[in-house]
T-cell receptor
Framework: GEDVEQSLFLSVREGDSSVINCTYT??????LYWYKQEPGAGLQLLTY?????DMKQDQRLTVLLNKKDKHLSLRIADTQTGDSAIYFC???????????FGTGTRLKVLA | DAGITQSPRHKVTETGTPVTLRCHQT?????MYWYRQDPGHGLRLIHY???????DKGEVSDGYSVSRSKTEDFLLTLESATSSQTSVYFC?????FGPGELFFGEGSRLTVL
């Protein structure tokens, strides 16, 4: 079945760039997403990319998609302590209810 | 912030007891979902609804039932709670059906002793 995989932890120093990686298996994925979960809260959409795009930039966030390798990454420039959270990669296919989430990557930003 | 309220936010119960979690939305979104979040598993879909009285199973639906009698309310029921159902439960809503942004509630933490 479809699967989305992420590494569980990432630790970076404040001011550095963070890169969170994700691999997925469903080649029919239409959209790929990054959600952020802060402690004690639900998930919030950070950004998304259509499967026919290679890159999307949104302020400090850069999303790269390698469709051939089914690899998605989220780069956060100038990482701040407020960026400490769990980041979920997710994929969905147009016209279906399926919205598959990865296990989440816990980002810890060290001051 | 999307108007989604989950209740209760925290519940401790004993094995074998029934439990109902409520999700209430004020956005008039058609689609509603129940997910559970467990360490190492991410979010897994339990059930979803595509309209009043229209529901279907997700990937981990065993032991759970749902009902949606009004657009704004989506109830998740554990008929006889088990320890394996200890989890954090999230309700989500969306305007459209894949793709589309999911808006999440703040979660309901359930502990089954």
């Amino acid at each position: 079945g479809e699967d989305v995989e992420q590494s569980l932890f990432l630790s970076v120093r404040e001011g550095d760039s963070s890169v969170i990686n994700c691999t997925y298996t469903d080649s029919s994925s239409t959209y790929l997403y990054w959600y952020k979960q802060e402690p004690g809260a639900g998930l919030q959409l950070l950004t998304y990319i259509f499967s026919n795009m290679d890159m999307k930039q949104d302020q400090r966030l850069t999303v790269l998609l390698n469709k051939k390798d089914k690899h998605l990454s989220l780069r956060i420039a100038d990482t701040q302590t407020g960026d400490s959270a769990i980041y979920f990669c997710a994929e969905s296919t147009s016209g279906t209810y399926k919205y598959i989430f990865g296990t989440g990557t816990r980002l810890k930003v060290l001051a | 912030d999307a108007g989604i309220t989950q209740s209760p936010r925290h519940k401790v119960t004993e094995t074998g007891t029934p439990v109902t979690l409520r999700c209430h939305q004020t956005e008039n979104h058609r689609y509603m979902y129940w997910y559970r979040q467990d360490p190492g598993h991410g979010l897994r879909l339990i059930h979803y609804s595509y309209g009043v009285k229209d529901t279907d199973k997700g990937e981990v639906s065993d032991g759970y039932s749902v009902s949606r009698s009004k657009t704004e309310d989506f109830l998740l029921t554990l008929e006889s709670a088990t320890s394996s159902q200890t989890s954090v439960y999230f309700c989500a809503i969306s305007e459209s059906f894949g793709p589309g942004e999911l808006f999440f509630g703040e979660g309901s933490r359930l502990t089954v002793l």
